[in-house]
């Protein structure tokens, strides 16, 4: 028996729903726009940046091979996302 793999819109539905997360949520977690998670879901961005795998994932609390994988996604308990980290700025920059 063949099964068919998840699309990346399907899985990041999915896991956004899992996280109990509204699009407009996801969005300002991952640091996206709010029309750019629609579109995903919708299937409009098939392909996103991996910049944007590894904002969405980590908003999601899963990696971004859980993100990408074709199998059914591994969903974190209910609101277990961790929002994600701010980056850290270089050590003794100049003042």
């Not at 996280?19 to 961005?45: D, F």
């Not at 059914?72 to 701010?86: D, I, L, N, W």
């Amino acid at each position: 028996m063949l099964v068919e793999a998840m699309p990346l819109k399907d899985r990041l539905k999915r896991l956004r729903k899992a996280a109990n997360l509204t699009q407009q949520a996801l969005a300002t977690q991952a640091g996206l726009s709010m029309s750019a998670v629609i579109h995903m879901e919708a299937g409009r961005i098939p392909d996103p940046r991996g910049s944007t795998l590894k904002a969405l994932a980590g908003a999601l609390g899963v990696t971004v091979d859980a993100l990408l994988s074709e199998d059914e996604p591994e969903t974190p308990p209910a609101g277990q996302a961790e929002p994600p980290k701010k980056p850290r700025k270089g050590k003794g920059g100049a003042k």
